[in-house]
């Protein structure tokens, strides 16, 4: 190694990687280490989509009171979540409508999951002052 940052880069690598195998090959050891490091990072966030796939397959359990019968609606919709790699915080934000029948009255609505930074809105489209129970699982 020479340059002109070379104590500066081994020092920030030290802490990172401070596992010695002999003083001859100890900054070759931590180089190795970083790149190791670097490449399980890449390969992680490569299958972030997947993971994210997997993880909203199982969808989201949902219970609120049908606005038309006053029977309670518990179903499972589609599950949504927010995308922490776009640049602007409002282009992460991610939304889906599932359609939900009540088995009492045959009354469809549109629910949607509305997936924010921190946190998840859940509402019953055309009907703003139902409440909607679910459990917010953004950081799952």
């Not at 776009?86 to 999951?113: A, F, K, M, Q, W």
């Not at 009907?127 to 409440?131: D, N, S």
């Given at each position: 190694?020479?340059?002109?940052?070379?104590?500066?880069?081994?020092?920030?690598?030290?802490?990172?990687?401070?596992?010695?195998?002999?003083?001859?090959?100890?900054?070759?050891?931590?180089?190795?280490?970083?790149?190791?490091?670097?490449?399980?990072?890449?390969?992680?966030?490569?299958?972030?989509?997947?993971?994210?796939?997997?993880?909203?397959?199982?969808?989201?359990?949902?219970?609120?009171?049908?606005?038309?019968?006053?029977?309670?609606?518990?179903?499972?919709?589609?599950?949504?979540?927010?995308?922490?790699?776009?640049?602007?915080?409002?282009?992460?934000?991610?939304?889906?409508?599932?359609?939900?029948?009540?088995?009492?009255?045959?009354?469809?609505?549109?629910?949607?999951?509305?997936?924010?930074?921190?946190?998840?809105?859940?509402?019953?489209?055309r009907?703003?002052?139902?409440?909607v129970?679910?459990?917010d699982?953004?950081?799952?």
């Open positions: 190694m020479s340059g002109p940052n070379d104590d500066l880069l081994l020092a920030y690598l030290d802490t990172l990687f401070t596992k010695r195998i002999h003083s001859t090959f100890a900054d070759d050891y931590k180089f190795t280490a970083a790149n190791i490091w670097l490449l399980d990072f890449v390969n992680r966030t490569e299958n972030m989509s997947s993971i994210k796939e997997e993880l909203l397959d199982a969808g989201l359990d949902i219970t609120f009171t049908c606005p038309s019968c006053g029977d309670v609606i518990e179903a499972e919709v589609q599950d949504t979540c927010f995308d922490w790699t776009n640049d602007s915080l409002s282009d992460g934000i991610s939304s889906v409508i599932t359609d939900i029948g009540c088995p009492h009255c045959d009354r469809e609505y549109g629910v949607e999951v509305v997936a924010k930074p921190g946190e998840k809105d859940v509402n019953v489209l009907h703003p002052h139902t409440e129970k679910f459990r699982n953004t950081f799952d």
